[in-house]
């Protein structure tokens, strides 16, 4: 029994990592009806200039803050200089365009800061008080700022006219720009905002796992499984999602059938809840105007 | 480049006019010997990249030195983006297009294993191939093809024989990567425990390249109550291990693989008061352990890194093995004696007699004979105290599995 | 992701003439024409150029079968290499473990992976766009763990894999074997290509791309999606396992590595390339995915695959819509300039 909870509090801690990741999905797929594959390199991109700027000397929170600016200009530069052009373009062309981002990021990333791993430094004292054997204070308090950017998302989608104004954009660009909304600035912000809370998850993510060219290529990956299955037009969905994920597989590898099939068994049973609820645990279901 | 050498092999040609020269020495000119090299740039592999690059600057020096008895090499390292079908592709390129005269050390298991057969069949040298499985040396069925380092199976057969002696009670768990790599030390542990290892070993828990953490996996060995664990884990994982051991109060006898025994990127991101107690077992010194700061051969390859790969990172072992298996090769040319026939190359690759590296242990050398296919079968148990790795007990040579 | 747009220029009710022939004998003859280079091609090039040119043959066929079902009807595969990998796994443990000849092992690696496909299918039946996409990509993770689970090793031969041998050419014919397979290939490439031609061109074909284009309307004409659909997984997985078990032929060796997930994306990347819903693209796009990572690395050791994808994103920069859509952009062009 204690070791039944030891793996779901453990599976809690994964599950944070992916939620933090689904959180910025969730934002890019608001505001761009698109999901980006190579967000997860763009996270740990953010995350070595963190990591360069900490170890010249920099204070933490300091380099905390200086890099969610970096990754925001990022975001918004890849937008206007690369994805721009590809505003008309069809569905798979946008994909292909995201995997070649994937691919020049993480080469970069790997040319650049080599493929040792780095540990990284945490801001949560390693002797805190919300610490202890099963949950690292570390693991606490990602859960915590996990938390705190889901309420941001959430407040900010809700109840700025600015969070309105991107999503009607990605819902109906047309429309929006009739309104007056500046619908190709609102897709910048989108992958601004996205890259700023990727970069957040990658600087919570890599003082777990460690710093190395492909830290976020698998979390970007569950990240997604547990932002579908939670619903990726819902954060509140999306992070309950991540949290599910990384519990799941834990409970699969240690108890249902070992851990040389855990992923697959995961994956099946994540299917098998999407095949029945088509758009996600708490998503809206998807109407289609004939 | 290529015009030129071609011009100069023109020109060793008709001043040789008459003699034998290049009927059966393929790759080689009377001013240049080609070798091939194939390895993972890109791809999902390619942190292991960085052992062609070194390799290739290892070749630039023997260049700037005057090369090997009046022969400059030409290395060409090529991408098989760790990829067999790729691999097999890449080999047919480097013997039949570039015309090279063998291929030296080769990166990954399965890229070695799909290409095997073809250079055996075309008698190419495939040498020092960069794998640590059990199945480069057998030189019954393959004559053209020899590992470098010893086997991660015979690794394990080290860790099994050390916890008979030390633990004959031990309960086992072990963490081990799902492939090729993580099954040798399950097959290795086999070997020695026999009938014993149903009853030993506890639990086995495996992770996937693509699993952020074994977090999930040290709780689930933990909960089997054993008191031993070995852990074959590449070094991101492996620091994940100790990190995860030492927090959750677990005081197991801990082996480690020693694909993972860097001190700068798996000792001290995992908190070196962590691992203190763990054991694994060398046959090389590790690039950023202080007990080679002063070393001798380690500093002839803190030069050649220095002069020659200024950018690159040194705590990278990648580094220290490409040079290590590089100075191999330029031996097993030395040997050659100006005769770079394929057959000659071959036969002084299987006629190292206590050929010793500076990056390697004390006491550790690379013997080989027709009959021996596994250059280096030595290492020794060494212990983390914090600080650095010390070792302990003698040298100890592995066995035939 | 309903909206998979393709150029198609509508068919002209009068034909434009060039040098006094239509279109159609124009393209006539220029089939014959690469298929005559096709055939001469094996005594011109060099051993390791034909195996080059094998591959890209390998890989159409590949593309063709993601292309009937990512372009021509709609549906989102990121786990394609999984087929690939079931298809080359089925010949290799046929030649490992019985003495069925390598020839009779092809048709069977097919038929294997339409059942798998058309399995498959079914439940993705309710999954459209990213969802279908997680599976698919589920699919790709799951093969390589099945293939090296430890219950199938005596099948599998675990992570250790299979090393197989390359056929022989028949008795009587002068062939060496490398061109025989060159040529073994080519018979049944060009076979399941004019298969899939008459497919696509004729009611099926225009039920698939009514799905893909507006799957209600589809419905309410009275086709029947559900089944077209399963059965397009179906066949679509047949052409990529087809193509799987001559890849295998090919290397010669197969292991839970030379199938990973990035083939899956490599398989997407050409599709998308060459241009959805066109045959002729899946050449251009197995030419990409064979050659431009050899040239990312000729060019960079240090960051080969920052190349390849700047190259990536510089073609569909140049070509949105792949390269048979700039050709048919460009015909159309000429078309309308010819008739003027």
């Known amino acids: ?170 819902e109906n660009p047309v429309s929006s720009r009739l309104c007056g909304v500046r619908v190709g600035w609102m897709l910048a912000l989108g992958w601004g905002l996205a890259g700023l809370i990727g970069a957040v998850a990658g600087m919570m993510t890599a003082p777990v796992i460690y710093l190395d060219p492909y830290m976020m290529f698998s979390v970007l990956l569950y990240g997604f499984a547990g932002a579908l299955l939670g619903g990726i037009d819902n954060p509140w969905g999306a992070v309950l999602g991540g949290f599910i994920v990384g519990v799941l597989q834990n409970i699969a590898g240690a108890y249902l059938v070992g851990t040389e099939l855990m ?28 | 480049m290529r015009s030129r050498s071609i011009l100069l092999t023109a020109v060793a040609v008709l001043a040789l006019a008459g003699s034998a020269v290049a009927a059966d020495t393929p790759g080689v000119t009377a001013t240049e010997i080609k070798i091939g090299n194939t390895m993972p740039y890109s791809g999902p592999a390619s942190a292991y990249g960085v052992i062609g690059k070194g390799e290739t600057a290892f070749w630039k020096m023997v260049n700037d030195q005057g090369g090997v008895d009046g022969h400059k090499i030409d290395f060409i390292s090529v991408d098989d983006g760790y990829n067999p079908a790729k691999a097999v592709e890449q080999a047919r390129k480097l013997v039949e297009e570039e015309g090279v005269a063998f291929l030296f050390n080769p990166l990954g298991t399965p890229s070695n294993t799909a290409i095997e057969k073809y250079m055996n069949a075309k008698k190419v040298p495939q040498l020092f191939v960069a794998t640590g499985a059990d199945k480069w040396g057998d030189y019954q069925h393959f004559p053209w093809t020899m590992g470098w380092q010893p086997s991660y199976r015979t690794e394990a057969q080290i860790y099994a024989k050390y916890i008979l002696k030390e633990k004959p009670n031990a309960k086992i768990a072990v963490l081990y990567q799902n492939d090729d790599f993580g099954k040798d030390y ?12 149903a009853k030993m070993v506890v639990k086995e828990a495996s992770y996937e390249v693509t ?27 492996a620091a994940q291990a100790i990190r995860k051991v030492y927090d959750i109060g677990w005081k197991p006898l801990h082996l480690l693989t020693n694909v993972s025994l860097s001190v700068a990127a798996v000792m001290v991101p995992a908190g070196p008061e962590k691992g203190v107690g763990v054991i694994t077992s060398n046959y090389g010194k590790d690039a950023t352990d202080p007990a080679w700061a002063n070393d001798p051969g380690m500093n002839e390859w803190r030069a050649f890194m220095k002069k020659y790969l200024p950018d690159a990172d040194m705590k990278d072992n990648n580094y220290v093995y490409a040079y290590g298996v590089s100075l191999t090769m330029l031996q097993v040319l030395k040997q050659c004696k100006g005769d770079f026939s394929r057959a000659n190359i071959m036969k002084q690759a299987a006629n190292l007699k206590d050929f010793e590296v500076p990056t390697a242990l004390p006491g550790i050398k690379i013997n080989t004979s027709p009959t021996n296919y596994h250059p280096i079968r030595q290492m020794q148990l060494q212990r983390w105290d914090g600080k650095t790795w010390v070792r302990f007990g003698d040298v100890i040579t592995g066995g035939e599995s | 992701m309903a909206t998979l747009e393709t150029s198609r220029p509508a068919a002209s009710a009068a034909a434009p003439l060039f040098a006094g022939l239509s279109l159609r004998v124009w393209q006539i003859i220029g089939l014959a024409a690469v ?29 063709l079968g993601l292309n009937i079902l990512t372009g021509y009807n709609g549906q989102f595969s990121l786990g394609h290499g999984a087929f690939y990998a079931i298809g080359a796994y089925t010949t290799a443990i046929l030649l490992d473990k019985t003495g069925i000849p390598y020839w009779a092992t092809i048709p069977m690696a097919g038929v294997l992976c339409f059942i798998v496909g058309f399995l498959f299918g079914l ?8 969802y279908l996409a997680l599976a698919t990509f589920a699919l790709a993770i799951a093969t390589p763990q099945l293939l090296k689970y430890k219950d199938f090793d005596f099948l599998t031969g675990g992570v250790q894999g299979i090393v197989i041998s390359a056929p022989d050419a028949p008795d009587g014919l002068p062939l060496r074997a490398d061109q025989w397979l060159y040529f073994f290939c080519l018979l049944w490439t060009i076979p399941l290509f004019i298969v899939a031609w008459n497919l696509l061109r004729g009611r099926t074909g225009r039920a698939l791309v009514a799905i893909r284009d507006h799957p209600l309307a589809a419905a309410t004409m009275g086709i029947d999606t559900a089944r077209y659909k399963s059965m397009t997984f179906g066949v679509s997985a047949m052409y990529t396992g087809i193509a799987g078990a001559l890849g295998a032929l090919l290397a010669q060796f197969v292991s839970p590595d030379s199938f990973d997930f990035f083939l899956s994306v490599r398989f997407l990347v050409g599709v998308v390339v060459g241009g959805l819903a066109s045959m ?27 190349i390849y994808g700047v190259v990536l994103i510089g073609c569909m920069y140049l070509m949105p819509t792949g390269v048979m859509g700039l050709v048919r952009a460009l015909g159309h062009r000429l078309g309308r300039w010819v008739a003027r």
């Open chain 1, 263 to 290: 992923v697959t068994v995961a994956l099946v049973i994540i299917i098998g809840i999407l095949v029945i609820k088509p758009s996600g645990l708490f998503g809206r279901p998807i109407v289609t105007r004939v």
């Open chain 3, 280 to 306: 002729t693209g899946a050449f251009f796009g197995a030419i990409f995915i064979e050659f431009v990572p050899n040239i990312a690395d000729l060019l960079s050791k240090a960051a080969p695959q920052a």
């Open chain 3, 123 to 130: 439940p993705a039946l309710r999954l459209e766009g990213h």
């Open chain 2, 211 to 237: 699993d952020p953490t074994v977090d999930s996996q040290i709780v689930t060995l933990q909960a089997s109550g054993a008191d031993t664990l070995v852990t074959a884990a590449t070094p991101k994982f």
């Open chain 3, 35 to 63: 298929l005559a280079a096709a055939c001469v091609l094996p005594f011109v090039i060099s051993s390791y150029q034909l195996l080059l040119a094998t591959q890209v043959i390998v890989y159409a066929v590949a593309l």
């Open chain 1, 1 to 170: 029994m204690q070791a039944f909870l030891h793996q779901v509090l453990s599976g809690f801690a994964t599950g944070g990592i992916y939620a933090s990741v689904a959180l910025a999905l969730v934002m890019i797929y608001q505001s761009t009806h698109h999901v980006n594959f190579a967000q997860g390199e763009m996270a740990t991109f953010s995350t070595y200039i963190a990591w360069k700027m900490i170890s010249i000397g920099f204070p933490y929170w300091a380099a905390f803050l200086l890099t969610l600016l970096f990754a925001f200009v990022l975001g918004v530069a890849i937008e206007r200089i690369i994805v721009r052009p590809f505003y008309k373009a069809p569905v798979l062309s946008v994909i292909a365009v995201f995997i070649g981002l994937l691919l020049i990021i993480n080469s970069l990333s790997g040319a650049l800061f080599d493929y040792t791993i780095k540990p990284f430094p945490s801001p949560f004292p390693s002797d805190a008080w919300y610490g202890g054997p099963y949950l690292s204070p570390h693991e606490v308090g990602m859960i915590f700022v996990t938390f705190v950017v889901l309420a941001l998302v959430f407040v900010f989608f809700r109840f700025t006219p600015l969070g309105l104004a991107m999503r009607a954009a990605a």
């Open chain 2, 186 to 197: 399950i097959a290795g542990l086999k070997d020695v425990l026999g009938d014993k290892y």
